[in-house]
């Protein structure tokens, strides 16, 4: 005797259901990997979000794909493992604390470095763990005993490990160069931390007269202030116009500072005058002529956006104050031509949210080169690492190609400080830049090695700058593994499987990595890089917060459930790469595509609780597998199909259709499952005399509802846990753990895939026909299935069963041809087949052709009211544009409406 099987609620609440499992989940460690030789290794690192971030809704995408492939090969019976971890984020952290100091009416040099990062830390254990509780609500498979930091003690060894070893290789170097400076933050930004932005501005022209007193050459520029460091004026070597001045010097307005005409080829004659200013130590094309043409640099500013001594009378003021009086100066003592509205391109600091000023400073830089070049040979020799789609193949090496020496520090206080060590002699205690320094492990080593080489009466400063976040996040696949020591992690999980990013950070992060890895490991970090596309809104757009129209997915998932949220994201992917757009209504947090998969999770609940109350309280596993012997058609037919999508399944994620596998899971399991398979065994479950066929039904039910459960899991974890626990009391294990379904060759049947593809069309035309007919539902009524095609015939013949069920039929009569007195009948067509029902004595036909000539005369008199609306030009050129779409939108439903109707009546003749 067996217990009762408890059955589901009524409804499905998806907040109770997924905090019980995540809780579940992470208090039993279900996720933690355990190294085992005897499998195949799947690894994967997540991409580290800031330690100061909050889930948006690239997080909750890029969170939702990589789960699906980690719980996929988890119950593929790979040795998984998600190693979760956050990024220390330097700039974003020291602003959040350079603001609350700001408003305690205090600096962080008033605290002192240590003082600052005590709080640093007190901020990092308050807020730090935000973002990973809000992954874990998305039900991130991940072991989060191996949780990792970027500024953890294994991964601070790992980075100065990597910084020692690079200088020693002679691939580090402190150098004065121009590098990105945000004055907001006094710091210098990468690449990645700025953004261009397209704003409205001036092109100013000035002339810089000939020292001579013979004329004057007209320069042009967007940024008047710089014109105080210029030290040359240059043109193209090729422009007859100049030629002839080449060599000769200009008198710099306001400074009266004599400085040369210089020929380079950077120079477009075609732009502007054809003569450009030459502010080597302000921009990054002048720096390069600089240096060819041995110019001097001159540094007008000072590093919080003022300008400094060099700037003669504008010393002391900010720089966008410094813009208007250096033209005001201009224009008052007639050096100013003219003044064109210009839109141009502004690089602005993402942190600071000021344009940044290319700087001279003295800064620590990687020779980028050499680790390129090995990067591009496993690219180019192994096809190393793979990218998904194929296409950003080529944006990735264009990218190694053009890679400049990369400068790594930056002037913050929190992260990882750089291990070199000034040598400050103890009669003055000065640092410059000639100051020599020491680069070693620890100060004890650097002061063992500076005594050696400069006696015992100095004393070490360290360098007070931190490394750029992207050089210790360049190190994650293999310093989270225990790098650089030779950890069990290592040697299991690296190289990590598949990297899951979006193409935006190709160039920042993939790269840096790769780079990395190929020079301290002697390999690529990952075996694939699977490309994702962005998170667009419901008008296309980017989100952003600048343009106010990101959607916080933790509203979505308090209001739908994580479930919905992560199928929604996975099913709109178009391919791999790809843009997805999610509608949104903001005024009422509603989502259309969300909704829609909320509806689904209801659909699969209400299914399987049907399912659970006719399986006699028993278990799939004390119903047993049915035997091949005994299935019926349709048993036969979804067995087929079930398995057919399990090998469309597994293939999709296998190459990265993430998107197309959820898409087939939700027709198999909504329209073959839902609203055929159940269907068509209702009437077996019901008559418990057909003891044998009813359990067959129940044993197929069971398997393929237990088989369903097991293909949706990584998409919709929290759900399918839930059901399967109920339906299997299995409660010493976890679906997440069990075999994903593997395809049986043996029941495919596509032949009888098609024959009940058939029946169904056959079937939903008799309800359709019904429906116009106005027969009652519980009315059944006669069918005439008419073809000339005996294979169709035995098909239906074959099917007849599930046609008198499902379209409650009568009398079922199937003929390859017609009687000629078949007389007022409904019809339709199947391909070849022609549906009749006659309609005698059924319904009163003209009754019904009254009521359908009313609805038509009806609709027609609105078609004719619309027409007249939109054909009167005061209405079409007077009224809001939306109140003439609307209409002409209206009529268009109208036309439509009335072809229905007339068709119907046609089918009544």
């Known amino acids: 005797m067996t217990t009762t099987l408890p059955t589901l609620a009524k409804q499905y609440d998806p907040k109770t259901t997924e905090e019980k499992w995540q809780q579940y989940w992470q208090e039993q460690e279900v996720f933690k ?126 980075v100065k490990t990597a910084f020692v070893t690079l200088y020693e290789a002679g691939l580090i170097y402190r150098g004065n160069y121009l590098v990105n400076w945000c004055p907001e933050t006094q710091s210098a930004v990468s690449d990645l931390e700025v953004e261009s932005k397209e704003v409205d501005g001036h092109l100013w022209h000035f002339r810089y007269p000939l020292s001579d007193g013979s004329g ?37 307005p306001i400074m009266e500072r004599e400085i040369p005409i210089v020929a ?62 250096v033209v005001k100066r201009l224009e008052e003592t007639g050096f100013l031509v003219k003044i064109e509205e210009y839109r141009h391109t502004v690089p602005y600091s993402d942190r600071g949210k000021v344009p940044v000023e290319p700087l001279l400073s003295t800064q620590w830089f990687v020779k980028i080169d ?64 000639d100051t020599p320094f020491v680069v070693a492990y620890s100060e004890e080593e650097a002061l063992k090695t500076a005594k050696q080489q400069y006696g015992d009466n100095i004393q070490l400063s360290q360098d007070p700058d931190v490394l750029d976040t992207w050089f210790s996040s360049g190190l994650w696949p293999f310093s989270t593994m225990g790098w650089p ?125 049907f399912v659970m109350m006719n399986l006699d309280g028993k278990t799939p596993q004390e119903l047993g597998n049915p035997s091949l012997d005994e299935l019926e058609l349709c048993d036969r037919w979804i067995l087929s199909r079930f398995n057919q999508v399990v090998q469309q399944t597994r293939n999709y994620i296998d190459h990265y259709g993430l998107g197309e596998a959820a898409k087939g899971l939700y027709e198999f399991i909504w329209g073959d499952f839902c609203d055929w398979y159940i269907e068509l065994v209702k009437s077996r479950l019901f008559n418990k005399e057909l003891s044998s066929s009813r359990i067959v039904a129940q044993q197929t039910l069971a398997f393929v509802l237990d088989g369903i459960l097991k293909l949706l899991h990584p998409f919709m974890p929290h759900i399918t846990e839930e059901i399967w626990q109920i339906l299997t009391q299995k409660t010493d294990q976890v679906l997440a753990l069990q075999t994903y379904p593997e395809v049986n060759d043996n029941l495919i049947d596509s032949q009888l895939e098609d024959s009940f593809l058939l029946l169904f069309a056959s079937i939903r035309t008799i309800r359709n026909l019904r429906a116009e007919a106005e027969i009652k539902p519980g009315v059944t009524a006669p069918v005439i299935l008419q073809s000339d095609n005996p294979q169709e015939r035995q098909i239906l013949t ?72 939109l054909n009167n030009p005061n209405f079409v050129n007077k009224a809001p544009k939306e109140v003439v779409e609307a209409t002409k939108e209206a009529l268009a439903e109208a036309q439509k409406q009335a072809e229905i109707l007339r068709e119907r009546l046609l089918r009544l003749q």
């Open 264 to 325: 380079d080829e950077l120079v477009d004659p075609e732009f502007g005058t054809g003569c450009v200013k030459v502010t080597p130590a302000h921009d990054y094309n002048d720096f390069e002529m600089g240096n060819r043409h041995q110019l001097p640099f001159i540094n007008i500013m000072n590093k919080d956006g003022t300008l400094n001594e060099n700037a003669g009378p504008f010393a002391g003021e900010e720089r966008f104050v410094a813009r208007k009086n």
């Open 485 to 609: 020591e030779e950890t069990t992690d290592l040697k299991t999980y690296y190289p990590t499987s598949t990297l899951v990013t979006g193409f935006d950070i190709i160039f920042f992060w993939v790269a840096r990595m790769t780079m990395m890895a190929g020079y301290f490991t002697g390999q690529m970090p990952f075996k694939d890089v699977y490309i994702h596309g962005l998170v667009r809104d419901e008008n296309g757009k980017k989100m952003s917060k600048s343009a106010n129209n990101g959607i916080d997915p933790l509203i979505l998932i308090e209001k739908y459930g994580a479930d919905a949220l992560r199928y929604t994201l996975i099913r709109e992917v178009a391919g791999a790469g790809q843009d997805i757009s999610l509608q949104y209504d903001r005024t009422s947090d509603q989502s259309e595509s969300v909704e829609a998969s909320r509806n689904f999770a209801n659909k699969l609940w209400n299914a399987a609780r």
């Open 798 to 869: 074959q099917g007849q069963v599930y046609i008198q069920d499902l379209g409650k039929v009568e009398e079922l009569t199937i003929t390859p041809q017609l009687r000629e007195d078949t007389r007022k009948a409904i019809a339709g067509v199947v391909g070849t087949i022609q549906v009749l029902i006659p309609l005698t004595g059924l319904i009163d036909i003209e009754v019904l052709r009254g009521k359908i000539q009313k609805n038509l005369s009806k609709v027609e008199g609105d078609i004719t009211s619309l027409e007249n609306r």
């Open 33 to 158: 990997a355990e190294p085992n030789p005897k499998k195949p290794a799947y690894s994967l690192v997540i991409p580290p979000p800031n330690v100061t971030g909050s889930l948006h809704m690239g997080h909750a995408f890029n969170t939702a794909l990589i789960d699906t492939l980690v719980r996929y090969h988890r119950m593929c019976g790979y040795d998984t493992l998600c190693l979760p971890g956050i990024d220390h984020a330097s700039i974003a952290v020291q602003t959040i604390l350079e603001k609350q100091l700001k408003a305690e009416g205090k600096t962080r040099y008033d605290i002192g470095r240590e003082k600052f990062l005590e709080r640093a830390w007190q901020w990092k254990q308050q807020s730090g763990g935000t973002i990973i509780n809000q992954l874990k609500r998305l039900g991130l498979s991940a072991d989060w005993s191996r949780q990792r930091f970027t500024l953890d003690e294994s991964l601070s060894k790992a």
């Open 370 to 433: 050499p680790m390129a070049k090995k990067a591009l040979a496993f690219l180019d020799e192994q096809n190393s690492p793979q990218f998904i789609p194929e296409r950003w193949t080529k944006v990735y090496r264009d990218w190694l190609v053009k890679l400049k020496d990369w400068c790594i520090s930056r002037q913050l206080w929190w992260g990882h400080q750089i291990p070199a060590w000034y040598v400050v002699n103890l009669t003055d205690g000065k640092i410059t830049d």
């Open 216 to 252: 004057y050459l007209e320069v042009a520029t967007t940024r008047p202030e710089t014109m105080l460091g210029d030290t040359g004026v240059a043109v193209n070597p090729t422009d007859e116009r100049y030629k002839h001045l080449i060599g000769q010097t200009v008198t710099l």
